[in-house]
């Protein structure tokens, strides 16, 4: 990391610097200075030592002891009376105890919204500085009085209790907690426009809160279909009824390149009343400018139908995982043991170069399982279920998933094809109990797989 930190030090210490100089240049008569060269070298700094405080605030509080003795390159450019000098800083050495602090803490990845990093006292700075080969420092009085500056400038502005804030992400939306759960039906779609030049198209629905980093939730693809039915249930947990936004746009699936979008719409949640049902028929438009003219083109309608439940006071937050919570090991389970489950969900953007009739092949403990094939899609859904039944849990080891396309046509030179494999460490599950993510696989240009993996004990 060092060589990136060191690029990002040391644009933000020349901002830092930059208003510093300016307003200490007029005292001194000097019309400027700039930095010609400005790097921290190739030595990291060390940490001596770490404290960490705890607090019944939602914060993490360390105090990393750094020391650095470094190889530093920099050179700056003075402009006085119209003269110019070039002075170097050599044999850097800083030693200081920052503050750093993470909140507050929330349930979401990376689990903290903002980094506060101050000083707890004034640093010990050392280093020496040449001009055209004469050392500056040997003049009387210049060492310290230089040396107390830059230690007075740097304190002035992050010693304790004062920070340097970097936010991560929104502190208002990490905290909002869950208000409700928003069911929706995809019932079908009505006069969809062809997309395909030969025969129908294949339409599939996508839904998500907008500016919500959660994966998209999406019906199943009907084929060659202008007025498809899916009457599909779907379910999004809600923080903030007032301002989100459900989005639903309407793709043509196609075996090879894009899927093109036949539609899009929104549903401003604040529209909807409370446990009340409410069915809607959207016109899929273009784009969401009210004044484009593409959208006066018919692109058929959406039929959905919406239902906010918001949560009653004593079911906040805690009975959202009371419906996930994790099913015991069945009786026989070794003691020390468990149950490892693991669920094949579906897989996305998947691209054979000679066919595409996936299934999952799982590779555990020497242990081999499949799943079914699915003939001809790039986005197949499998939602099966493999269990292992172990006499310890499985921290140290690794599920091998790999993508298979197979075809039964006869004589045909490649009938066996990999869509891409991925290695997943099993020892997140064990700590967090279940795990639900989507992996992006190894040898495959888009596709991805959605495995959830469960240790019941």
């Known amino acids: 990391m060092w060589p990136y930190l060191d690029r990002a030090i040391c644009a933000t210490a020349k901002n830092i610097a930059k208003p510093i100089i300016d307003e200490q240049t007029p005292q001194y008569k000097i019309q400027s200075v700039e930095f010609e060269t400005f790097t921290l070298g190739t030595i990291p700094p060390t940490f001596q030592g770490m404290k960490v405080y705890t607090t019944d605030d939602k914060e993490l509080i360390m105090e ?3 020391k650095w003795a470094g190889n530093p390159n920099i050179i700056i450019a003075v402009t006085a009376y119209g003269l110019k000098a070039t002075i170097q800083v050599l044999d850097l050495q800083v030693f200081g105890i920052p503050r750093i602090t993470l909140k507050p803490l929330v349930g979401i990845f990376p689990c903290f919204a903002s980094i506060f990093v101050s000083l707890m006292n004034k640093p010990h700075v050392d280093f020496g500085l040449k001009l055209l080969g004469v050392d500056l420092m040997a003049i009387p009085g210049l060492y310290r009085f230089v040396q107390e500056l830059i230690k007075d400038q740097v304190a002035n502005m992050y010693l304790w209790p004062q920070a340097l804030e970097v936010q991560i992400m929104d502190p208002e939306q990490a905290l909002k907690r869950p208000l ?24 599939y629905v996508k839904l998500n809160l907008r500016e919500e980093k959660v994966a998209f939730k999406k019906t199943t693809v009907k084929r060659s279909n202008l007025n498809p039915e899916w009457n599909e249930e779907f379910s999004f947990v809600i923080k903030d009824p007032a301002t989100q ?7 043509d699936w196609d075996q090879v390149g894009t899927h093109e979008e036949m539609g899009l719409n929104v549903v401003p949640l604040k529209d909807l009343t409370p446990d009340e049902p409410k069915v809607l028929t959207l016109v899929l438009l273009k784009t969401l400018n009210p004044n484009d003219p593409q959208n006066d083109k018919p692109r058929g309608q959406l039929v959905i139908e919406l239902v906010y439940k918001p949560f009653k006071e004593d079911e906040m937050l805690d ?5 996930g919570k994790m099913e015991k090991a069945p009786e026989g389970t070794p003691a020390g043991g468990g149950l490892l489950v693991i669920i094949v969900h579906e897989a996305q953007d998947l691209e054979g170069k000679y066919h595409t009739n996936p299934h999952v092949r799982l590779l555990f403990k020497g242990e081999e399982r499949k799943t079914k094939r699915i003939k001809k899609n790039r986005d197949p859904r499998w939602d099966e279920e493999f269990q292992f039944r172990l006499e310890e849990p499985p921290t140290n080891d690794r599920l091998h998933v790999e993508v298979y396309s197979t075809s039964s046509r006869i004589g045909l030179l490649h009938s066996k094809e990999s869509l891409g494999h991925v290695s997943i460490n099993l020892v997140d599950v064990v700590h967090n109990r279940r795990v639900n993510e989507k992996y992006q696989l190894i040898d ?3 596709g991805r797989v959605q495995i959830e993996l469960q240790w019941r004990t």
């Open 64 to 66: 990393p002891s750094i």
């Open 180 to 203: 409700g759960i928003l069911d929706v039906t995809v019932v079908k779609a009505v006069k969809l426009q062809r997309k395909d030049l030969l025969g129908k198209s294949d339409p």
């Open 245 to 251: 936004v459900l989005e639903l746009r309407v793709y």
């Open 319 to 323: 009975d959202i995982d009371d419906s």
């Open 444 to 446: 495959s240009r888009n």
